[in-house]
Structure formats: structure tokens, C-alpha cells
């Protein structure tokens, strides 16, 4: 379903990423994980054809996200790195404002998908409220919906329960981990127990590198049974 | 089509949602009128036209258009919701023209709000009102070339002060080239044909016939041109 074929970028003489290949299959939570700075924002971006590759490139569902842009977009649903949003609409606009942008375009439709997306990610009680009055938690939700309004095939989450307390985080690991079997999902981390939690596969990537491409459980046995921050920490020290 | 008018109508309405754009017309509506009152002595001069508004509009323009556009692409840089923006199902010129076009809109609206000038030349006297209209029609066409300045110089940037200085100096130039001041001066040490050609790229000199109650095709084609090579630049910058 989603696939990067030799993804890299160039800042400079900077390598952010280099030669990132994998396949999300559907049904696969992938855990990506890595240092600060070791490239998994910049490979989602080339992913979703936010910024574009130096070399290699992505496809989600069989769309190139360089030849298809548009059919690619259709397929995917991204909630970017610290979740931007239209600040100054209110939950229901800016939901709204995407379904538009999705092409729900009929007014049950929008209302459809309006109200399961509210459901979904337990926004009914703040529809009416001003982004910008929300809390970190329910902001996020927000990014969370509108990365599922569509209901898509594929989600790329980057950080998704970055900034959130420990109550906020198992709600939103719960809400990923219901939509987890029809779906392709690639989400970001450097919290580990999070992988651990929900993820059936795991990649980590240093300096631009994929080094592991596994799955937690035989990562853990090739490490003795190893703590999977002992391996991490193991891994990418290493490679320092 | 539609995404543009869903894009165009969620900026338009973005500009009612804060106090801002309130602020912005009645300081416009105040701007103009005191300007041709007092400066263009609108009232002493006997005559029953739009001459002294229209006089001044380039120079209202030259501060009002900038704080108008300057937003456009700045704050979505700044607040990173164009990485929302573009891995929705949405083209570059797609989100260039929805955005063009509601700023446009909106300047539109303040225009249209002058209209309490036309109402009081028409009753203190009988108005020709062919360059009432011509003029108008020019003045919107003026203020979309303007606008497309702000909004190619407003992508370069996550600053809207930097969008707002930059776009100014250059508008500014724009207006310079054909200012009789300007143009004695360039005549001074240039051969008189190279200084009308230099002139020819003046809004203000394509703006003239407007006011004297003529469409003229040069002014029409020249604003047209311009606004649509600022728009396609700005796509570009974009797509970078």
C-alpha cells in the first residue's frame, strides 16, 4: 500500500535521507523510529509529496506520489509533525472545510463524514469551539480527524501523541489501534513503549539510514530479549 | 473548479473571522475619502467625478494591498498548515488562484464600500457616469496586479512583515515608473523614448485612460498579463 523506493534528500551536503526503502502492507502498523534528526519527518514528507525527493521516490496504493499526485493524495491521510491547523475556524469548520477539500461536496455526505470523524475521535463535546481554544489533547484529536475523514487506506502520522499526557496518549494509541486492520499505517515515535504497545513492525532509522527493518518481536529475540530502549539506544549509538 | 472555490471560500470567510479585516475596511474607507476630501479637495473643485478618489487610490493602495495579502502564503508558512494544504488532494494553482481570488474578493468589498462617494457627487450633481464605472473597472483591475505582487512575495517568506515591506517596495516602483515626477527626472538623462518606455510599465500610466472614461485595451491586457505572470511565479515558488 504505501511504498518508498530509495527515498533521498539533499539539504546541502546534508544527507537527511538516504536510500529509505519499505513496504507498508495492509494490516501493518509500522513503527518508525530514530533520533532526533535521523530523518523520519523528512521521509514523511517525500512520502506525502510535501517537499520533494533528491532521488528515489514513493507511491501510496500504486500511485506515484511524483507522475499521480492527486490520485496518491486521495489514498492517504497525514497528520503532519506538531498537527497545524486553520486556528481560527472552529473544530466543525475546519472538518468541514476538509471534507470539501476531499471532495464530499453533497451536504448528507459532508454530514456523514463530518459526524463520524466527531465520533471517532470523541470531538462531539468541542464542535463548536475555536481551534485555537482547544488543548494540546483535543488539538491533536482535531489533526487526528481530519487525517481520518476520508476514511482512507493509508495514514502517515508523524508523532501523533507527541505533547499529549499519558491519558491523552492511550486514547489516541486506542483510536489508531481500532482502525488498524484494513488500514496501512506508518507513524513516527521516539517513545518506545508505544511501538511496543502497537506496532507489528518496526523500522529505525539513523542519519538517513534504515538500520533495522523487523518486527518488534524478533528484534527482541535477536537481542537476547532485550528491553527495545536497551536495543535502540544500542543501535543508534552504535552507529554514531 | 470546486476545489478552488472551497479554497476561496474558506479564505474569504477567514478574513471576517477576526477583527482584522473590520479594522482594515473602515481604515480604507476613512483613508479614501479624507484623502480626496481634504487632499483632493473633492468638494471645491465643481466638478461632479470620482477623479480625486481615483487620484489617490494607487497611493492607499500601495499600503492597503500589502496588509491585505501579506498573509497569504506567510502565515501558512509560519504556522505550517500549507504542509496540510498540500498533501490534501489539491494543485499548486489550484490553492494559488482560491486564495488570489478571495483576497481579491475582499478587496473588492472595500472598494464597493466608496460608494458613499459616488452617492454624494450624484446628489450634489449630474455625474458623467461612463468614467465612474470605467474607473472602478480599472481600479479592480489595478488591485489584482497589486495583489499578485503581495502574494508571489508573501510565499517567499514565513514573516508577514518581510511580505509586507518587500511587497510595498516593489509596488512602489510600479507606481514610480509613472509618475510625472519620476518620468521628468528619467527624461533628464535618458532619450524621451526610453523613459516612455520605461513608463509604459507604470500602473498609474495604464490606469489613466481608465478614469477618463475609456476601457482601454493596453490597460486591460496589461493588468491581466501582469497579474496572471505574478500568479504563475508564485505557483512555481511553491512547487519549489
Excluded at chain 2, 473633492?42 to 461632479?48: G, H, P, R, S, V
Excluded at chain 2, 512602489?172 to 516612455?196: K, M, N, Q, R
Amino acid at each position: 500500500m504505501i511504498e518508498a523506493k530509495n527515498l533521498t534528500k539533499d539539504y546541502g551536503t546534508n544527507r537527511a535521507a538516504n536510500n529509505v526503502t519499505f513496504t507498508v502492507n495492509k494490516g501493518d502498523i509500522l513503527g518508525f523510529l530514530g533520533p532526533n534528526g535521523a530523518g523520519k519527518s523528512t521521509t514523511m514528507k517525500m512520502l506525502t509529496g510535501f517537499i520533494p525527493p533528491t532521488g528515489g521516490t514513493g507511491a501510496i496504493g500504486g500511485h506515484d506520489i511524483k507522475e499521480n499526485p492527486l490520485e496518491a493524495k486521495k489514498l492517504f491521510g497525514y497528520l503532519p509533525e506538531s498537527g497545524p491547523l486553520y486556528q481560527e475556524m472552529t473544530v466543525e469548520e475546519f472538518l468541514t472545510f476538509i471534507a470539501e477539500m476531499r471532495g464530499y461536496t453533497n451536504a448528507d455526505d459532508k454530514q456523514k463524514v463530518l459526524d463520524r470523524a466527531l465520533k471517532l475521535c470523541h470531538l462531539l463535546a468541542v464542535r463548536q469551539q475555536t481551534i485555537d481554544t482547544l488543548s494540546k489533547g483535543y488539538r491533536q484529536r482535531v489533526g487526528l480527524a481530519q487525517a481520518v475523514l476520508h476514511d482512507p487506506p493509508c495514514l502517515i502520522l508523524d508523532e501523533p501523541t507527541d505533547g499529549l499526557d499519558p491519558n491523552q496518549k492511550r486514547e489516541v494509541r486506542k483510536l489508531i489501534g481500532s482502525m488498524s486492520k484494513d488500514k496501512a499505517i506508518i507513524l513516527s515515535t521516539h517513545i518506545l513503549e508505544e511501538v511496543e504497545a502497537m506496532c507489528n513492525r518496526v523500522i529505525i532509522i539513523d542519519k538517513g539510514k534504515v538500520i533495522v527493518d523487523s518486527t518488534p518481536e524478533k528484534l527482541k529475540a535477536e537481542h537476547d530479549g532485550k528491553r527495545l530502549e536497551d536495543i535502540f539506544c544500542e543501535l543508534t549509538t552504535n552507529a554514531a | 473548479m470546486k476545489t478552488t472555490f472551497y479554497l476561496f471560500k474558506r479564505e474569504f470567510l477567514g478574513y471576517f473571522r477576526s477583527p482584522v479585516a473590520y479594522v482594515f475596511l473602515v481604515a480604507f474607507i476613512l483613508a479614501s475619502t479624507a484623502m480626496s476630501l481634504y487632499l483632493g479637495h473633492m468638494l471645491e473643485t465643481n466638478d461632479a467625478s470620482m477623479r480625486t478618489l481615483f487620484f489617490y487610490q494607487p497611493w492607499i493602495f500601495l499600503v492597503f494591498i500589502p496588509a491585505i495579502g501579506m498573509r497569504l502564503w506567510a502565515e501558512e508558512k509560519r504556522s505550517g498548515t500549507w504542509e496540510l494544504l498540500f498533501t490534501l488532494p489539491v494543485t499548486p494553482i489550484q490553492a494559488v488562484l482560491g486564495k488570489f481570488l478571495a483576497a481579491w474578493a475582499f478587496i473588492l468589498v472595500a472598494i464597493c464600500l466608496t460608494a458613499s462617494m459616488i452617492m454624494t457627487i450624484a446628489f450634489l450633481g449630474s455625474p458623467d457616469w461612463g468614467p465612474v464605472w470605467t474607473g472602478y473597472f480599472g481600479l479592480f483591475l489595478m488591485a489584482g496586479a497589486f495583489l499578485s505582487i503581495t502574494s508571489l512575495t508573501s510565499a517567499f517568506t514565513k514573516n508577514q512583515v518581510i511580505s509586507f515591506v518587500i511587497s510595498t517596495l516593489v509596488t512602489l516602483v510600479f507606481i514610480f515608473l509613472g509618475w510625472s515626477v519620476f518620468s521628468t527626472l528619467l527624461e533628464s538623462f535618458l532619450p524621451i523614448a526610453v523613459a516612455d518606455a520605461i513608463a509604459q510599465f507604470s500602473f498609474i500610466t495604464h490606469f489613466e485612460p481608465f478614469q477618463n472614461g475609456t476601457v482601454s485595451l493596453g490597460g486591460l491586457l496589461y493588468f491581466l498579463s501582469f497579474t496572471v505572470f505574478c500568479l504563475f511565479a508564485n505557483v512555481i515558488v511553491l512547487e519549489r
